[in-house]
Protein backbone atom coordinates (compact mmCIF):
# COMPACT_ATOMS: atom_id res chain seq x y z
CA UNK A 1 0.00 0.00 0.00
CA UNK A 2 0.57 3.51 -0.26
CA UNK A 3 3.09 4.66 2.37
CA UNK A 4 0.84 7.16 4.10
CA UNK A 5 -2.21 4.55 3.85
CA UNK A 6 0.34 2.30 6.19
CA UNK A 7 0.47 5.31 8.23
CA UNK A 8 -3.05 5.77 8.77
CA UNK A 9 -3.26 2.14 9.94
CA UNK A 10 -0.33 2.21 11.99
CA UNK A 11 -2.10 5.24 13.58
CA UNK A 12 -5.66 3.21 13.91
CA UNK A 13 -3.76 0.38 15.26
CA UNK A 14 -2.59 2.73 18.35
CA UNK A 15 -6.26 3.26 18.70
CA UNK A 16 -6.29 6.69 17.68
CA UNK A 17 -9.91 8.26 17.68
CA UNK A 18 -9.03 11.97 16.69
CA UNK A 19 -6.14 13.99 14.94
CA UNK A 20 -6.05 17.66 15.33
CA UNK A 21 -4.29 20.25 13.28
CA UNK A 22 -4.01 21.93 9.85
CA UNK A 23 -3.39 20.01 7.06
CA UNK A 24 -0.46 21.74 4.25
CA UNK A 25 0.69 21.55 0.50
CA UNK A 26 2.99 18.62 2.31
CA UNK A 27 0.92 16.21 3.80
CA UNK A 28 -1.87 15.95 1.31
CA UNK A 29 -1.40 12.14 0.98
CA UNK A 30 -1.43 11.91 4.79
CA UNK A 31 -5.03 13.61 4.11
CA UNK A 32 -6.19 11.77 1.70
CA UNK A 33 -5.44 8.59 3.29
CA UNK A 34 -7.43 9.84 6.87
CA UNK A 35 -10.44 11.07 4.24
CA UNK A 36 -11.28 6.93 4.33
CA UNK A 37 -9.99 6.35 7.68
CA UNK A 38 -12.08 5.99 11.14
CA UNK A 39 -9.84 8.65 11.92
CA UNK A 40 -12.00 12.09 13.21
CA UNK A 41 -9.40 14.91 11.94
CA UNK A 42 -10.95 18.05 13.15
CA UNK A 43 -9.34 21.21 11.54
CA UNK A 44 -8.60 23.73 13.30
CA UNK A 45 -7.36 27.56 13.24
CA UNK A 46 -4.33 27.33 14.58
CA UNK A 47 -1.95 25.08 15.18
CA UNK A 48 -1.34 25.70 18.72
CA UNK A 49 -4.52 25.28 19.92
CA UNK A 50 -4.12 21.93 18.14
CA UNK A 51 -1.73 20.74 20.00
CA UNK A 52 -3.10 21.90 23.41
CA UNK A 53 -6.92 19.95 22.23
CA UNK A 54 -4.08 16.58 21.62
CA UNK A 55 -2.25 17.32 24.74
CA UNK A 56 -5.67 17.74 26.64
CA UNK A 57 -7.06 14.58 25.50
CA UNK A 58 -3.77 12.88 26.71
CA UNK A 59 -4.09 14.15 30.17
CA UNK A 60 -7.36 13.27 30.27
CA UNK A 61 -7.93 9.48 29.06
CA UNK A 62 -3.68 8.75 29.00
CA UNK A 63 -3.67 8.12 25.69
CA UNK A 64 -1.86 9.65 23.34
CA UNK A 65 -3.29 12.71 21.74
CA UNK A 66 -2.39 13.42 18.06
CA UNK A 67 -1.98 16.84 16.46
CA UNK A 68 -0.91 17.28 12.83
CA UNK A 69 0.89 20.27 10.78
CA UNK A 70 2.75 21.32 7.41
CA UNK A 71 6.42 21.66 7.43
CA UNK A 72 7.90 25.37 8.46
CA UNK A 73 5.70 27.91 10.37
CA UNK A 74 2.76 25.38 11.00
CA UNK A 75 5.24 23.19 13.04
CA UNK A 76 6.95 26.04 14.22
CA UNK A 77 3.69 27.26 15.85
CA UNK A 78 3.61 23.66 17.24
CA UNK A 79 6.55 24.76 19.81
CA UNK A 80 4.43 26.05 22.82
CA UNK A 81 2.16 22.97 22.95
CA UNK A 82 5.06 20.49 22.51
CA UNK A 83 6.59 22.20 25.82
CA UNK A 84 2.73 22.30 27.45
CA UNK A 85 2.60 18.07 26.83
CA UNK A 86 6.30 17.86 28.03
CA UNK A 87 6.37 19.71 30.90
CA UNK A 88 3.05 18.69 32.12
CA UNK A 89 3.24 15.02 31.21
CA UNK A 90 0.59 14.71 28.81
CA UNK A 91 1.58 11.72 26.15
CA UNK A 92 1.24 13.68 22.62
CA UNK A 93 2.38 13.23 19.04
CA UNK A 94 3.19 15.79 16.37
CA UNK A 95 2.87 14.70 12.83
CA UNK A 96 4.62 17.77 10.81
CA UNK A 97 5.01 17.26 6.87
CA UNK A 98 8.44 17.87 5.04
CA UNK A 99 9.60 18.88 1.45
CA UNK A 100 10.92 15.63 -0.56
CA UNK A 101 13.79 14.54 1.15
CA UNK A 102 15.46 12.50 -1.78
CA UNK A 103 15.47 15.71 -4.32
CA UNK A 104 14.74 19.30 -4.59
CA UNK A 105 12.32 21.20 -6.62
CA UNK A 106 12.05 24.55 -4.31
CA UNK A 107 15.80 24.99 -3.33
CA UNK A 108 15.29 26.09 1.04
CA UNK A 109 11.84 27.57 0.61
CA UNK A 110 10.16 26.76 4.16
CA UNK A 111 12.83 24.40 4.53
CA UNK A 112 13.74 24.18 8.45
CA UNK A 113 15.40 21.57 10.80
CA UNK A 114 12.07 20.46 12.64
CA UNK A 115 13.49 17.08 13.91
CA UNK A 116 16.52 19.57 15.70
CA UNK A 117 14.27 22.00 16.66
CA UNK A 118 11.60 19.43 18.28
CA UNK A 119 14.75 17.24 19.87
CA UNK A 120 14.97 19.25 23.02
CA UNK A 121 11.04 19.90 23.81
CA UNK A 122 10.41 16.39 23.24
CA UNK A 123 10.89 12.80 25.12
CA UNK A 124 11.31 11.46 20.84
CA UNK A 125 11.82 13.22 17.48
CA UNK A 126 11.93 11.78 14.32
CA UNK A 127 12.18 12.25 10.25
CA UNK A 128 10.65 9.00 8.27
CA UNK A 129 13.37 8.24 6.19
CA UNK A 130 11.90 5.31 4.70
CA UNK A 131 8.00 3.89 4.17
CA UNK A 132 9.12 0.18 5.31
CA UNK A 133 10.49 1.90 8.88
CA UNK A 134 7.10 3.28 9.76
CA UNK A 135 5.26 0.81 11.71
CA UNK A 136 7.91 0.09 14.12
CA UNK A 137 8.88 3.98 14.41
CA UNK A 138 4.26 4.54 15.20
CA UNK A 139 4.71 2.03 17.72
CA UNK A 140 8.21 3.42 19.41
CA UNK A 141 6.65 6.90 18.95
CA UNK A 142 3.21 6.16 20.89
CA UNK A 143 5.50 3.83 23.66
CA UNK A 144 7.48 6.34 24.60
CA UNK A 145 4.78 8.92 24.64
CA UNK A 146 2.76 7.18 27.08
CA UNK A 147 5.59 5.77 29.00
CA UNK A 148 6.05 7.21 32.54
CA UNK A 149 6.73 10.02 32.63
CA UNK A 150 4.48 10.64 29.32
CA UNK A 151 5.45 13.80 27.19
CA UNK A 152 5.57 15.03 23.60
CA UNK A 153 7.18 12.85 20.65
CA UNK A 154 7.36 14.04 17.30
CA UNK A 155 7.83 12.38 14.00
CA UNK A 156 8.37 14.60 10.35
CA UNK A 157 6.55 12.66 7.13
CA UNK A 158 8.78 13.70 4.08
CA UNK A 159 5.93 14.39 1.07
CA UNK A 160 7.85 11.67 -0.98
CA UNK A 161 7.86 9.10 1.42
CA UNK A 162 4.81 9.36 2.21
CA UNK A 163 4.10 8.91 -1.19
CA UNK A 164 6.09 5.53 -1.61
CA UNK A 165 4.54 1.92 -1.65
CA UNK A 166 5.18 -0.70 0.79
CA UNK A 167 4.60 -4.02 1.95
CA UNK A 168 5.45 -3.33 5.50
CA UNK A 169 2.94 -4.66 8.46
CA UNK A 170 2.00 -3.24 11.35
CA UNK A 171 3.75 -3.88 14.71
CA UNK A 172 1.37 -5.37 17.09
CA UNK A 173 0.78 -3.74 20.46
CA UNK A 174 2.19 -5.77 23.60
CA UNK A 175 1.04 -4.18 26.98
CA UNK A 176 4.05 -3.50 29.49
CA UNK A 177 3.35 -3.86 33.19
CA UNK A 178 5.58 -1.15 34.92
CA UNK A 179 7.94 -2.51 37.88
CA UNK A 180 6.39 -2.45 41.39
CA UNK A 181 9.27 -0.68 44.08
CA UNK A 182 11.60 -3.29 45.84
CA UNK A 183 10.71 -5.01 49.20
CA UNK A 184 13.12 -3.39 50.97
CA UNK A 185 12.28 0.42 50.56
CA UNK A 186 8.75 -0.41 51.04
CA UNK A 187 10.27 -2.00 54.33
CA UNK A 188 12.26 1.27 54.60
CA UNK A 189 9.26 3.64 54.21
CA UNK A 190 7.47 1.80 56.95
CA UNK A 191 9.84 2.74 59.46
CA UNK A 192 10.33 6.19 58.33
CA UNK A 193 6.63 6.81 58.62
CA UNK A 194 5.81 4.87 61.69
CA UNK A 195 9.05 6.75 63.45
CA UNK A 196 7.53 10.05 62.80
CA UNK A 197 5.42 11.82 65.03
CA UNK A 198 3.73 14.04 63.00
CA UNK A 199 4.01 12.77 59.24
CA UNK A 200 1.91 14.51 55.97
CA UNK A 201 1.01 12.99 53.15
CA UNK A 202 1.70 15.21 49.63
CA UNK A 203 -0.31 14.60 46.56
CA UNK A 204 1.10 15.72 42.75
CA UNK A 205 0.62 15.52 39.54
CA UNK A 206 1.78 12.17 39.00
CA UNK A 207 -0.88 10.81 41.43
CA UNK A 208 -3.41 12.36 39.25
CA UNK A 209 -2.08 10.85 35.50
CA UNK A 210 -3.13 7.49 36.44
CA UNK A 211 -5.79 5.63 38.30
CA UNK A 212 -4.19 6.01 42.55
CA UNK A 213 -7.16 7.58 44.04
CA UNK A 214 -9.08 4.68 45.66
CA UNK A 215 -5.43 2.81 46.81
CA UNK A 216 -4.48 6.42 47.86
CA UNK A 217 -8.01 7.09 49.88
CA UNK A 218 -7.80 4.06 51.37
CA UNK A 219 -4.15 4.85 52.45
CA UNK A 220 -5.45 7.98 53.93
CA UNK A 221 -8.64 6.54 55.61
CA UNK A 222 -6.37 3.69 57.62
CA UNK A 223 -3.84 5.72 59.05
CA UNK A 224 -5.82 9.21 58.95
CA UNK A 225 -3.25 11.28 57.93
CA UNK A 226 -4.16 14.84 57.08
CA UNK A 227 -3.49 15.43 52.87
CA UNK A 228 -2.65 18.58 50.93
CA UNK A 229 -2.11 18.36 47.12
CA UNK A 230 -0.21 20.74 44.54
CA UNK A 231 -2.23 22.56 41.83
CA UNK A 232 -2.16 19.74 39.63
CA UNK A 233 -2.81 17.19 42.45
CA UNK A 234 -6.33 18.47 43.12
CA UNK A 235 -9.08 15.70 42.95
CA UNK A 236 -7.28 12.78 43.66
CA UNK A 237 -8.91 12.29 46.99
CA UNK A 238 -12.27 14.74 46.61
CA UNK A 239 -11.31 17.65 48.69
CA UNK A 240 -14.25 17.75 50.76
CA UNK A 241 -12.47 14.73 53.04
CA UNK A 242 -12.28 15.81 56.51
CA UNK A 243 -8.44 15.13 56.07
CA UNK A 244 -7.76 17.50 53.65
CA UNK A 245 -5.95 20.43 54.64
CA UNK A 246 -5.50 22.47 51.37
CA UNK A 247 -3.72 23.26 48.39
CA UNK A 248 -0.02 24.27 47.99
CA UNK A 249 -0.72 27.22 45.42
CA UNK A 250 2.21 29.20 47.07
CA UNK A 251 5.98 28.11 47.72
CA UNK A 252 6.12 29.75 51.05
CA UNK A 253 4.35 31.66 53.46
CA UNK A 254 0.59 30.40 52.90
CA UNK A 255 -1.35 29.19 55.90
CA UNK A 256 -0.95 26.02 54.64
CA UNK A 257 2.86 26.23 55.44
CA UNK A 258 2.39 26.23 59.29
CA UNK A 259 1.38 22.60 59.08
CA UNK A 260 4.04 21.75 56.26
CA UNK A 261 6.81 23.69 59.02
CA UNK A 262 5.38 21.56 61.81
CA UNK A 263 5.43 18.28 59.82
CA UNK A 264 8.45 15.59 60.64
CA UNK A 265 8.08 14.37 57.75
CA UNK A 266 6.18 14.21 54.36
CA UNK A 267 5.17 11.23 51.93
CA UNK A 268 5.48 13.16 48.70
CA UNK A 269 2.99 10.69 46.73
CA UNK A 270 3.55 11.64 42.63
CA UNK A 271 4.93 14.81 43.01
CA UNK A 272 7.73 16.14 40.23
CA UNK A 273 10.10 19.01 40.64
CA UNK A 274 8.78 20.14 36.83
CA UNK A 275 5.77 21.66 38.56
CA UNK A 276 6.09 24.61 40.86
CA UNK A 277 7.33 23.54 44.04
CA UNK A 278 4.60 23.07 47.08
CA UNK A 279 7.06 23.99 49.74
CA UNK A 280 11.06 24.61 49.96
CA UNK A 281 13.48 21.64 51.08
CA UNK A 282 15.63 22.83 53.97
CA UNK A 283 18.63 21.02 56.17
CA UNK A 284 16.53 20.63 59.42
CA UNK A 285 13.03 20.59 57.92
CA UNK A 286 11.10 17.66 57.57
CA UNK A 287 11.97 14.39 56.12
CA UNK A 288 10.44 13.66 52.44
CA UNK A 289 10.34 10.43 51.25
CA UNK A 290 9.62 10.78 47.06
CA UNK A 291 7.15 8.05 46.03
CA UNK A 292 6.49 7.82 42.60
CA UNK A 293 6.98 6.07 39.01
CA UNK A 294 10.86 7.78 38.84
CA UNK A 295 13.65 8.58 41.28
CA UNK A 296 13.83 11.56 41.73
CA UNK A 297 15.00 15.21 39.99
CA UNK A 298 17.07 16.44 42.82
CA UNK A 299 17.97 20.37 43.28
CA UNK A 300 18.18 23.14 45.92
CA UNK A 301 14.53 22.91 46.71
CA UNK A 302 14.43 18.95 46.35
CA UNK A 303 16.33 16.04 47.66
CA UNK A 304 14.35 13.48 48.81
CA UNK A 305 16.02 11.48 52.29
CA UNK A 306 14.08 8.15 51.01
CA UNK A 307 12.60 6.97 47.40
CA UNK A 308 10.15 4.58 46.74
CA UNK A 309 10.01 4.01 42.95
CA UNK A 310 7.41 1.74 41.13
CA UNK A 311 3.78 2.01 40.39
CA UNK A 312 2.63 3.96 42.73
CA UNK A 313 -0.78 2.28 43.56
CA UNK A 314 1.15 -0.80 43.99
CA UNK A 315 3.44 0.97 46.48
CA UNK A 316 0.62 2.62 48.44
CA UNK A 317 -1.14 -0.66 48.46
CA UNK A 318 2.03 -2.38 49.96
CA UNK A 319 2.41 0.60 52.55
CA UNK A 320 -1.16 0.31 53.54
CA UNK A 321 -1.02 -3.30 54.17
CA UNK A 322 1.75 -3.25 56.15
CA UNK A 323 1.30 -0.59 58.05
CA UNK A 324 0.19 -0.11 61.58
CA UNK A 325 -0.70 3.40 63.08
CA UNK A 326 0.96 4.90 65.77
CA UNK A 327 -0.46 6.05 69.27
CA UNK A 328 2.54 8.69 69.21
CA UNK A 329 1.18 10.00 65.90
CA UNK A 330 -0.25 13.56 66.84
CA UNK A 331 -2.10 15.67 64.01
CA UNK A 332 -3.82 17.93 66.74
CA UNK A 333 -1.95 20.90 65.03
CA UNK A 334 -3.05 20.05 61.80
CA UNK A 335 -6.50 19.83 62.09
CA UNK A 336 -5.95 23.87 64.24
CA UNK A 337 -4.34 25.06 60.80
CA UNK A 338 -7.12 23.37 58.58
CA UNK A 339 -9.45 25.06 60.54
CA UNK A 340 -8.10 28.38 60.16
CA UNK A 341 -6.90 27.41 56.33
CA UNK A 342 -11.06 26.83 55.85
CA UNK A 343 -12.88 29.95 57.77
CA UNK A 344 -10.02 31.81 55.33
CA UNK A 345 -11.29 30.34 52.47
CA UNK A 346 -15.12 31.50 53.26
CA UNK A 347 -14.41 34.94 54.53
CA UNK A 348 -14.79 36.89 51.58
CA UNK A 349 -17.16 33.84 49.78
CA UNK A 350 -20.10 35.81 49.64
CA UNK A 351 -18.42 39.20 49.28
CA UNK A 352 -21.07 41.75 47.40
CA UNK A 353 -18.37 44.55 45.66
CA UNK A 354 -18.37 44.38 42.05
CA UNK A 355 -16.67 44.94 39.72
CA UNK A 356 -16.27 40.94 41.59
CA UNK A 357 -13.58 39.76 43.55
CA UNK A 358 -11.46 36.01 43.16
CA UNK A 359 -13.65 34.36 46.08
CA UNK A 360 -17.08 35.87 44.91
CA UNK A 361 -16.08 34.28 41.21
CA UNK A 362 -15.20 30.47 42.72
CA UNK A 363 -17.35 30.25 45.10
CA UNK A 364 -20.52 30.93 42.64
CA UNK A 365 -18.50 28.21 40.17
CA UNK A 366 -18.10 26.34 42.36
CA UNK A 367 -21.57 25.98 43.56
CA UNK A 368 -22.65 25.89 39.80
CA UNK A 369 -20.71 22.92 38.77
CA UNK A 370 -21.63 18.96 39.56
CA UNK A 371 -19.22 17.20 40.94
CA UNK A 372 -18.20 15.46 37.91
CA UNK A 373 -17.90 18.90 35.87
CA UNK A 374 -14.51 20.32 34.13
CA UNK A 375 -12.96 23.10 34.88
CA UNK A 376 -10.26 24.56 32.97
CA UNK A 377 -7.68 27.38 33.35
CA UNK A 378 -6.16 29.30 31.24
CA UNK A 379 -3.24 30.68 32.90
CA UNK A 380 -3.58 34.06 34.96
CA UNK A 381 -3.63 35.66 38.09
CA UNK A 382 -6.98 33.75 38.45
CA UNK A 383 -5.43 30.63 38.44
CA UNK A 384 -3.87 31.21 42.04
CA UNK A 385 -7.26 32.48 43.23
CA UNK A 386 -8.76 28.96 42.02
CA UNK A 387 -6.28 26.28 43.35
CA UNK A 388 -6.47 28.01 46.71
CA UNK A 389 -10.04 28.31 46.75
CA UNK A 390 -11.32 25.54 44.53
CA UNK A 391 -12.33 22.16 45.66
CA UNK A 392 -12.12 19.74 43.00
CA UNK A 393 -14.17 16.61 44.14
CA UNK A 394 -13.16 14.25 41.66
CA UNK A 395 -9.82 13.87 39.72
CA UNK A 396 -8.91 15.77 36.84
CA UNK A 397 -12.28 18.05 37.24
CA UNK A 398 -10.04 21.13 37.44
CA UNK A 399 -7.45 21.34 34.36
CA UNK A 400 -4.78 24.07 35.40
CA UNK A 401 -1.37 24.09 34.00
CA UNK A 402 1.33 24.61 37.05
CA UNK A 403 4.39 23.39 34.63
CA UNK A 404 4.82 25.36 31.33
CA UNK A 405 1.87 27.65 32.83
CA UNK A 406 1.33 28.94 29.18
CA UNK A 407 -1.42 31.09 28.13
CA UNK A 408 -3.58 30.31 25.31
CA UNK A 409 -4.42 26.61 26.48
CA UNK A 410 -8.17 27.40 28.85
CA UNK A 411 -10.19 27.38 25.59
CA UNK A 412 -8.71 24.59 23.36
CA UNK A 413 -8.17 22.29 26.87
CA UNK A 414 -11.97 23.24 27.07
CA UNK A 415 -12.59 22.08 23.51
CA UNK A 416 -11.40 18.72 23.76
CA UNK A 417 -12.82 17.75 27.41
CA UNK A 418 -16.19 18.88 25.99
CA UNK A 419 -15.69 17.03 22.76
CA UNK A 420 -14.64 13.73 25.11
CA UNK A 421 -17.52 14.16 27.47
CA UNK A 422 -20.42 15.67 25.89
CA UNK A 423 -23.05 14.39 28.43
CA UNK A 424 -20.97 16.74 31.30
CA UNK A 425 -20.72 20.50 32.21
CA UNK A 426 -17.82 22.07 30.92
CA UNK A 427 -16.22 25.60 31.81
CA UNK A 428 -13.31 27.28 30.77
CA UNK A 429 -11.97 30.29 32.56
CA UNK A 430 -9.87 32.65 30.71
CA UNK A 431 -8.30 36.09 31.56
CA UNK A 432 -9.11 38.71 28.69
CA UNK A 433 -5.49 38.12 27.82
CA UNK A 434 -5.44 34.56 27.50
CA UNK A 435 -8.61 34.26 26.03
CA UNK A 436 -7.88 36.29 22.68
CA UNK A 437 -4.16 34.46 22.39
CA UNK A 438 -6.73 31.62 20.41
CA UNK A 439 -10.41 33.10 20.48
CA UNK A 440 -10.33 32.12 16.95
CA UNK A 441 -11.09 28.47 18.26
CA UNK A 442 -14.80 29.36 18.99
CA UNK A 443 -15.13 28.41 15.40
CA UNK A 444 -13.90 25.21 15.54
CA UNK A 445 -15.40 24.69 18.79
CA UNK A 446 -19.22 25.64 16.85
CA UNK A 447 -18.29 24.15 13.88
CA UNK A 448 -18.45 20.72 16.45
CA UNK A 449 -21.06 21.73 17.77
CA UNK A 450 -19.65 21.23 21.10
CA UNK A 451 -21.30 22.50 24.71
CA UNK A 452 -19.61 24.75 26.81
CA UNK A 453 -19.15 28.01 28.62
CA UNK A 454 -16.12 30.41 28.82
CA UNK A 455 -15.86 33.01 31.34
CA UNK A 456 -13.83 35.77 30.34
CA UNK A 457 -12.31 37.92 33.14
CA UNK A 458 -12.10 41.02 32.35
CA UNK A 459 -9.41 43.63 33.33
CA UNK A 460 -8.54 45.04 30.56
CA UNK A 461 -4.71 44.06 31.11
CA UNK A 462 -2.20 41.23 32.45
CA UNK A 463 -3.23 40.65 36.30
CA UNK A 464 -0.74 38.52 37.69
CA UNK A 465 2.15 40.43 35.84
CA UNK A 466 0.73 44.05 37.72
CA UNK A 467 0.25 42.07 40.74
CA UNK A 468 4.04 41.28 40.54
CA UNK A 469 5.11 44.57 39.50
CA UNK A 470 3.40 46.05 42.61
CA UNK A 471 4.90 43.41 45.02
CA UNK A 472 8.16 44.61 43.67
CA UNK A 473 7.83 48.43 44.47
CA UNK A 474 7.87 49.09 40.29
CA UNK A 475 5.88 52.12 38.81
CA UNK A 476 3.05 50.88 36.96
CA UNK A 477 4.08 50.28 33.27
CA UNK A 478 3.34 48.64 30.19
CA UNK A 479 0.60 46.00 31.23
CA UNK A 480 -2.84 47.73 29.68
CA UNK A 481 -4.87 46.65 26.68
CA UNK A 482 -8.33 47.53 25.14
CA UNK A 483 -10.57 44.64 24.29
CA UNK A 484 -13.41 43.98 21.76
CA UNK A 485 -16.97 44.12 23.03
CA UNK A 486 -16.91 40.21 24.16
CA UNK A 487 -20.79 39.74 23.77
CA UNK A 488 -20.87 41.06 19.96
CA UNK A 489 -17.50 39.20 19.32
CA UNK A 490 -18.92 35.95 20.38
CA UNK A 491 -22.40 37.17 18.40
CA UNK A 492 -20.43 37.32 15.27
CA UNK A 493 -19.06 33.76 15.48
CA UNK A 494 -22.32 32.61 16.31
CA UNK A 495 -21.91 32.00 19.77
CA UNK A 496 -24.65 33.30 23.07
CA UNK A 497 -22.60 36.39 24.73
CA UNK A 498 -23.39 37.92 27.96
CA UNK A 499 -21.95 40.73 30.40
CA UNK A 500 -22.28 40.46 33.82
CA UNK A 501 -23.35 44.05 34.95
CA UNK A 502 -24.22 43.64 38.52
CA UNK A 503 -23.68 41.00 41.26
CA UNK A 504 -26.52 38.57 41.06
CA UNK A 505 -25.90 38.21 37.67
CA UNK A 506 -23.04 35.60 37.95
CA UNK A 507 -24.85 32.93 39.60
CA UNK A 508 -27.38 33.42 37.04
CA UNK A 509 -25.40 33.47 33.74
CA UNK A 510 -23.44 30.57 35.04
CA UNK A 511 -26.25 28.38 35.87
CA UNK A 512 -28.52 29.39 32.64
CA UNK A 513 -25.46 28.96 30.26
CA UNK A 514 -24.36 25.62 31.84
CA UNK A 515 -27.72 24.00 31.67
CA UNK A 516 -28.03 25.28 27.64
CA UNK A 517 -26.50 23.92 24.51
CA UNK A 518 -24.14 25.60 22.32
CA UNK A 519 -20.96 27.72 23.00
CA UNK A 520 -21.61 31.09 25.79
CA UNK A 521 -19.46 33.70 26.69
CA UNK A 522 -19.91 35.50 29.55
CA UNK A 523 -18.24 38.25 30.03
CA UNK A 524 -16.79 39.08 34.19
CA UNK A 525 -15.46 42.48 35.28
CA UNK A 526 -12.62 41.73 37.73
CA UNK A 527 -11.53 43.14 40.57
CA UNK A 528 -7.76 42.54 41.25
CA UNK A 529 -7.15 44.70 44.14
CA UNK A 530 -7.32 41.51 46.43
CA UNK A 531 -4.11 40.19 45.43
CA UNK A 532 -2.22 42.93 47.29
CA UNK A 533 -4.61 42.80 50.22
CA UNK A 534 -4.87 39.31 50.79
CA UNK A 535 -1.99 37.31 48.72
CA UNK A 536 0.79 40.04 49.86
CA UNK A 537 0.16 41.94 52.80
CA UNK A 538 -2.21 39.45 54.81
CA UNK A 539 0.20 36.32 54.18
CA UNK A 540 2.90 38.66 55.18
CA UNK A 541 1.51 39.63 58.69
CA UNK A 542 0.05 35.85 59.08
CA UNK A 543 -0.02 34.50 62.47
CA UNK A 544 0.26 30.47 62.28
CA UNK A 545 -2.19 29.08 64.70
CA UNK A 546 -0.80 27.98 68.25
Known amino acids: MKASDLFVKALENEGVEYIFGLPGEENLDFVESLRTSTITLIVTRHEQAAGFMAATYGRLTGKTGVCLSTLGPGATNFVTAAAYAQ ?3 MPMLMITGQKPIKKSKQGHFQIIDVVGMMRPLTKFAKQIVSAHSIPSTVREAFRVAEEERPGAVHLELPEDIAAED ?25 TI ?10 IGAGANRKLVSKMLKEFVDKTRIPFFCTQMGKGVIDERHPLYLGTAALSANDYLHCAIDKADLIINVGHDVVEKPPFIMKVGGPKVIHLNFLSAKVDEVYF ?17 EKIISQSHWN ?66 TILLDNALATMGAGLPSAMAAALLYPNKKILSICGDGGFMMN ?18 LNDSGYGMIKWKQDAMGHGKFGLDFGNPDFVKYAEAYGANGYRVEK ?19 IDVPIDYSENERVLTRELAEKKCVS
Open 87 to 89: LGA
Open 166 to 190: TDASIVSINKIRRPIPEDKAIAQAI
Open 193 to 202: IQAAQHPLIL
Open 304 to 320: PDLEVVGDIGNALWQIK
Open 331 to 396: FDYFLKVKKQIDNHLIRDAHDNRFPIIPQRIVEEVRTAMPSDGIVTLDNGMYKLWFARYYRAYERN
Open 439 to 456: SQELETALRLKLNLTVLI
Open 503 to 521: IDDLKNRVQQCLNQPGINI
